[in-house]
């Protein structure tokens, strides 16, 4: 594990901070340690939740639970976080309806450092805030969002966008406009067109 010191913070388009966490895999019902490097040319989606035991929290993890067979055809790894222990990750897991067949492994961020790498941390209750980063296989952020604390997340949005990135990964100097989904008017960014994008979309 790398010094607190050696920690960025998370900002767009550079290299996520690094990370080690335990983590809890519900399928297998065992524990063991993951660190980012392990996940190296995968795109990720790192989940940070507030806490187990919560009551938006097992909505949007049953929301992403669902989503696995689109996650899995894009070759995303999904990656639950929050700061409790992996104790109470396997307690919560036994305990909620909502989590039941939950799919991935949920990374225990006990200590707070990457919580506070990824700039998401409330100190004053050491809990996590509900932020999503999408990471790509070089290691970079493409997306952070964090959504005000009783606020969920929808898995869809999540995963239009990265099927945008993924688009614009294969397809360099491409724009994705909103509302984008696969198939749909893609824009390349020039001078040309500046000022007349909608003309730009109706061709």
């Known amino acids: 594990m790398e010094n ?4 960025q913070i998370a900002k767009i388009d550079t290299k996520a ?15 063991g340690t993951l660190h980012l490097d392990d996940m190296k040319g995968k795109w990720i989606v790192l989940f940070y939740y507030p806490a187990d035991f919560t009551f938006v929290c097992p909505t949007e ?19 639950a976080v929050s700061t409790d222990t992996i ?7 036994k305990s909620e309806m909502l989590m039941k067949d939950f799919p991935y492994k949920m990374l225990a ?11 998401i941390l409330d100190e004053k209750t050491g809990i996590a805030g509900r932020g999503t980063f999408i990471i790509d296989p070089e290691g970079i952020i493409r ?13 869809e949005e999540l995963l239009r966008k990265i099927e ?5 990964s294969s397809n360099p100097g491409v724009a994705c406009p ?7 008017k893609t824009l390349t960014p020039s001078i040309k067109i500046a000022g007349q994008v909608g003309e730009e979309l109706e061709k």
Request: charged share 25%.
């Open 109 to 119: 961020d006990h200590n707070l450092m990457t919580a506070d790498a990824y700039n």
């Open 4 to 7: 607190y010191e050696d920690f």
């Open 143 to 155: 997306t952070i969002e964090v959504a005000s604390g009783p606020l969920g997340r929808n898995s």
């Open 164 to 168: 945008a990135l993924q688009f614009m």
């Open 178 to 184: 909103a509302r984008w989904k696969a198939g749909a």
């Open 61 to 79: 993890l049953k929301d992403m639970a669902e989503a696995k067979p689109q996650f899995d055809k894009m070759s995303v790894e999904v990656l």
């Open 87 to 93: 104790f109470s990750h396997r307690a919560w897991v």
């Open 17 to 31: 901070p690094s990370f080690e966490m335990p983590y809890y895999n519900p399928e297998s019902d065992d524990e």
